[in-house]
């Protein structure tokens, strides 16, 4: 009875600290993306253990999985510090989860009912009023198809990418490097209107080139315009 306990305690705090760690992860990404920290800029962790008031372990684990995902660079000298990604870095994981997008729509085994989609034709008036508000619904699906349990291993994967995409799509450093949303508009509001019926429909192959379609006229205006600024965006 006692080893139960103290195997379930253990269990507990091994919940516990992973919870933490995902918190801190999230945390110091949002620092990233925002421009709090910039291209080159060291990460020490007693210093962000003591800002964060948690443990070096949470902060270890947040940076291991911040190295994975490419925004760290973690040097053999056990130098750490944020990696110098840009725009185009963001084409890349919107290409990449288009593309997984797209796999799970084209699976029999994902169930489209499961999408929560509106009719961005008729909501057209709000998703002109704010530059990446298509942006916001495609980014949506996408989350939509996490919740499925189709393919946890892909759903892993697509959440990765979409919590950077998230959070770069209202970051001021977004303008810094040259992108413009309110650009082409119109097409991609028609793609995820394309879309939208595809789903109510249950046509997988026209879904599927809808979203293509999107990726498409979006991941141009990802491309390196103009040098960041080195400023803080704090």
Same mark, same amino acid.
């Given at each position: 009875?006692?080893?139960?306990?103290?195997?379930?305690?253990?269990?507990?705090?091994?919940?516990?600290?992973?919870?933490?760690?995902?918190?801190?992860?999230?945390?110091?990404? /949002?620092?990233?993306?925002?421009? +709090?920290?910039?291209?080159?800029?060291?990460?020490?962790?007693?210093?962000? *253990? !003591?800002?964060? *008031?948690?443990?070096?372990?949470?902060?270890?684990?947040?940076? &291991?999985?911040?190295?994975?995902?490419?925004?760290?660079?973690?040097?053999?000298?056990?130098?750490?510090?944020?990696?110098?990604?840009? /725009?185009?870095?963001?084409?890349?994981? #919107?290409?990449?989860?288009? +593309?997984?997008?797209?796999?799970? #729509?084209?699976?029999?085994?994902?169930?489209?009912?499961? #999408?929560?989609?509106?009719?961005?034709?008729?909501?057209?008036?709000?998703?002109?009023? +704010?530059?990446? *508000?298509?942006?916001?619904?495609?980014?949506?699906?996408?989350?939509?198809?996490?919740?499925?349990?189709?393919?946890?291993?892909?759903? +892993?994967?697509?959440?990765?990418?979409?919590?950077?995409?998230?959070?770069?799509?209202?970051?001021?450093?977004? /303008?810094?490097?040259?992108?413009?949303?309110?650009?082409?508009?119109?097409?991609?509001? /028609?793609?995820?209107?394309?879309?939208?019926?595809?789903?109510?429909?249950?046509?997988?192959?026209?879904?599927?080139?809808?979203?293509?379609? !999107?990726? *498409?006229?979006?991941?141009?205006? #990802?491309?390196?315009? &103009?040098?960041?600024?080195?400023?803080?965006?704090?």
């Amino acid at each position: 009875m006692i080893q139960s306990i103290r195997s379930a305690s253990r269990h507990r705090g091994a919940i516990a600290q992973r919870l933490l760690g995902d918190t801190v992860f999230e945390r110091l990404l /949002a620092d990233i993306i925002s421009g +709090r920290f910039t291209p080159h800029e060291r990460l020490r962790v007693d210093d962000l *253990a !003591y800002e964060l *008031a948690v443990s070096r372990t949470p902060v270890r684990e947040a940076i &291991t999985r911040l190295a994975w995902t490419g925004f760290v660079e973690v040097a053999r000298n056990s130098h750490t510090q944020i990696a110098d990604w840009d /725009a185009t870095d963001m084409q890349d994981r #919107l290409v990449m989860t288009g +593309r997984l997008v797209t796999l799970a #729509l084209t699976d029999p085994r994902f169930d489209l009912s499961e #999408l929560r989609l509106s009719d961005p034709e008729a909501d057209a008036p709000a998703l002109t009023a +704010r530059p990446d *508000a298509d942006i916001q619904l495609f980014l949506e699906l996408a989350e939509d198809i996490t919740l499925s349990p189709w393919s946890r291993s892909v759903n +892993r994967v697509l959440l990765e990418l979409l919590h950077p995409l998230a959070l770069y799509f209202t970051s001021p450093v977004m /303008a810094a490097h040259g992108v413009d949303l309110a650009r082409d508009m119109r097409p991609r509001t /028609a793609c995820l209107g394309g879309l939208a019926d595809a789903v109510r429909a249950g046509d997988r192959e026209s879904a599927t080139r809808q979203v293509l379609d !999107y990726v *498409a006229q979006l991941a141009p205006l #990802l491309q390196q315009a &103009t040098a960041p600024s080195e400023s803080r965006y704090a």
